[in-house]
């Protein structure tokens, strides 16, 4: 590499030829950039130029060739397949990951609280999901002869997204219970104010709670302390740390939405209401559509948005970039249905809410 990079430097000019590193020019351009000016003392002088320009159109040259790398790696992105087995596995980690991490799910189950529907019944609940771009090499079949590999994309941030999204549709049902203000700023607080808001539901019930909001520094001191009849989440067989913080003399906390002020959301499934879930298309529980961006799809995209891969300064590169992208839809059908919203308890945090109304009263200075 040494012996290249100084006749490299020694024969350029500012007529350049195109050189060809067959895929290897960001690494041999790496290198290059990080020890140019330790060799520029081996480079013989020439009337016409110094070893200081010789290195700048080297660099240049060097550049040209990483360019032409890599619009070859696009084109063969855009030239393959999506691969069968890559789908398959990707498919199957979002299935994995969606039902085997829903707490709600089994926990409205477990309480006969649970409606399945076929794909054909009316009516029925909204699709809905998440909807993403993602590197088509990831799923590809790639062509042999690259020198770059491609790991195969995972399905569990689709899943868990899938997950976290029955929970938010949950906290959103019970937004329609009454709202009671009570102070949620410590471990102490919390666990006194479930044990209040379960005595009102009746201590018979079997009751879930939702903890939403910012509640990280409540949940460090939970964990980290001693509170009689709370096991945390890692404690647990069949925890589910993610999506749970925990038992409290029995009964699952489960981690809402990160946004707004706290909330503690208390209900008993048995008797609130019944998770719904109906099949998307066929007898699929969940619709996964992959579709490798197209021209044509490429420049409506461009049309839309023309900052689209800002990166890239041209409409062409623009196109070419974006068809080594695929776009990804993961969506489900659920939702909740209320029989008795007497059956929950809504619980803000009386001290959040009283600092956000002195921060909105107090005019702002930068």
């Given amino acids: 590499m040494t012996f290249f990079a100084v006749r490299l430097m020694e024969l350029s000019s500012d007529a350049m030829p195109v050189v060809d590193l067959h895929g290897t020019a960001n690494q041999v351009l790496s290198w290059f950039e990080s020890n140019a000016d330790r060799l520029l003392a081996f480079v013989s002088d020439q009337p016409d130029s110094t070893p200081e320009q010789r290195r700048e159109w080297a660099t240049g040259v060097l550049r040209a060739a990483v360019k032409r790398d890599e619009i070859a790696e696009d084109d063969r992105i855009i030239a393959s397949e999506l691969s ?56 590809a079949d790639m062509p042999s002869g690259g020198r770059i590999s491609y790991a195969c994309l995972e399905g569990d941030q689709f899943g868990r997204g899938l997950v976290n999204d029955i929970i938010a549709r949950l906290c959103e049902a019970l937004d329609e219970v009454p709202e009671m203000s009570v102070p949620l700023n410590s471990p102490e607080e919390l666990l006194s104010s479930f044990d209040d808001a379960k005595a009102e539901l009746g201590n018979s019930s079997e009751v879930v709670a939702v903890l939403a909001g910012d509640w990280m520094a409540i949940e460090v001191a939970l964990h980290t302390g001693e509170h009689d009849g709370f096991i945390p989440a890692w404690q647990l067989a069949d925890g589910n ?71 890239e300064s041209d409409q062409e590169s623009k196109l070419r970039k974006l068809q080594t992208f695929m776009e990804l839809a993961v969506c489900h059908r659920i939702e909740f249905r209320v029989k008795a919203h007497s059956r929950a308890k809504r619980i803000v945090s009386e001290g959040e809410n009283a600092a956000s109304e002195v921060t909105e009263a107090q005019p702002t200075s930068r």
């Fill in 241 to 311: 740390r993610e999506e749970e913080w925990g038992t409290y003399h029995g009964h699952t906390l489960l981690r809402g939405p990160r946004d707004g002020e706290r909330r503690l959301y208390l209900v008993d499934p048995g008797s609130w209401g019944c998770f719904v879930r109906a099949q998307c298309e066929g007898d699929q529980d969940l619709s996964i559509e992959i579709k490798p961006i197209s021209a044509h799809r490429a420049q409506e995209l461009l049309d839309g948005n023309p900052n689209h891969i800002p990166d």
């Fill in 84 to 139: 069968p087995e890559r789908v398959a596995g990707f498919n199957s980690s979002v299935y994995a990951t969606a039902f085997a991490t829903s707490s709600v799910e089994r926990l409205f189950e477990d309480c006969g609280a649970f409606l399945y529907l076929t794909a054909y019944t009316d009516p029925s609940p909204e699709k809905r999901g998440f909807f993403d771009r993602a590197p088509k090499a990831f799923l």
